[in-house]
């Protein structure tokens, strides 16, 4: 579900809780719009910190990540 989804859950949850005045035998109308608007708020959470993680810092080179080098030392001498 992307950022999208998200806000159609969040409006429609939002429109079943404070602009109807429906009543369904067995079912809280306000509390079944309250779980939705919920459900989209973590939604959206879970979305944008796991597209935040994904992103790369521009470089000087442009989308090529830096080259990082490691060394290896074998001669230990304590």
Do not use: Q
Not at 7 to 15: E, F, N, P, S
Not at 38 to 57: D, T
């Amino acid at each position: 579900m992307g950022i999208g989804g998200c806000i159609i859950l969040i409006a429609i949850g939002a429109v079943i809780t404070f602009a109807t005045d429906w009543h369904a035998k067995g079912v809280n109308m306000d509390l079944l719009g309250l779980i939705m608007m919920a459900v989209g708020v973590i939604g959206m959470a879970a979305y944008v910190s796991i597209f935040k993680r994904r992103r790369i810092p521009p470089t000087a080179d442009g989308d090529v990540p830096p080259v990082v080098e490691e060394r290896y030392y074998t001669d230990r001498r304590y």
